[in-house]
């Protein structure tokens, strides 16, 4: 007899087994960015490191078989983890921004990993009360914060490039651009609702933006490649390459949900309509 798979759990499993990696590599950039008198900052950094590091080693005693009240505690665990290295980057952003510290870590860097980790620790909160799926109206909030770490990821391709990397400089800024676009256009849409919540313009919403995601996950997948054999010039670290490959990799799996989940609720629809 087949176990059922509670997807509560399966769930947790895996966004703590992607989030917890970016975590971790947050800390190790912002701990590359510091200058040397910066050292508590940066074993502050190694501390999170370490941190999510044995939440990765934790997370392979887990399975999909594991009772939903031990991945409730080990999700409230990972929570905290990720609520404190939130407080930590806001902390540093504070201090670069209040000009206390001069990093290599651009501003809206700091930021932009912040809103992840409170994009992870919010994820972790919902699936502990039971929220698997989100509601039509919660996909385009997801996507806007998607599509904005998208663009956030083209400006930093673009900046951390060497300015004689001409063509590729100019790539990342036209990704930018789109990017920004199509987050102005989901903002819109956002201010439309209700009426936007269901129909052909969610889905038309999510198949633009799964093309144009591709198409910059390819873009970032190249970089990577080059930057690893050494063929282009930057400033970029072949993690960073990778990562954000990742992240993009992440956000066409969401898109891939969200129509699965749109697919699901037009048959419950269309099921009803017919008795």
């Known amino acids: 007899m087949d176990t059922i798979v509670n997807p509560i759990v399966e769930r947790s499993l895996d966004e703590i087994k992607f989030w917890s990696r970016i975590m971790k590599e947050h800390a190790l950039f912002l701990s590359l960015g510091f200058t040397f008198e910066q050292q508590q900052l940066i074993d502050e950094a190694q501390q999170f490191i370490t941190i999510f590091e044995r939440i990765e080693e934790r997370l392979s005693r887990f399975s999909i078989n594991t009772d939903l009240r031990q991945i409730q505690a080990f999700n409230y665990e990972v929570y905290q983890a990720a609520a404190a290295i939130w407080a930590y980057k806001r902390k540093v952003l504070g201090l670069i921004l209040r000009c206390e510290i001069r990093t290599n870590n651009f501003p809206l860097l700091v930021d932009h990993i912040s809103r992840e980790a409170a ?4 994820r972790l909160r919902e699936l502990n009360e039971g929220v698997l799926a989100p509601r039509p109206e919660a ?15 083209a400006k930093f391709i673009g900046h951390l490039l060497d300015p004689s990397e001409r063509k590729l400089v100019e790539q990342a800024r036209e990704f930018s651009h789109d990017f920004d676009q199509l987050l102005f256009q989901a903002v819109d849409l956002d201010s439309m609702r209700p ?23 390819d873009f970032k997948k190249t970089a990577r490649e080059l930057i690893e054999a050494c063929r282009i010039k930057s400033n970029i670290h072949p993690l960073l390459a990778d990562h954000t490959f990742r992240e993009a990799e992440r956000f066409l799996e969401i898109i891939d949900l969200f129509e699965a989940s749109l697919m699901n609720n037009n048959l419950n629809t269309s099921i009803q309509i017919n008795h």
């Open 119 to 122: 994009y992870f620790a919010n």
């Open 139 to 153: 996909i385009i909030e997801e996507n806007v914060f998607f599509l904005r770490i998208m663009a956030d990821h």
């Open 195 to 217: 009426q936007s919540e269901t129909g052909p313009l969610l889905s038309q919403f999510l198949n633009q933006n799964k093309v144009s995601v591709a198409s910059l996950r």
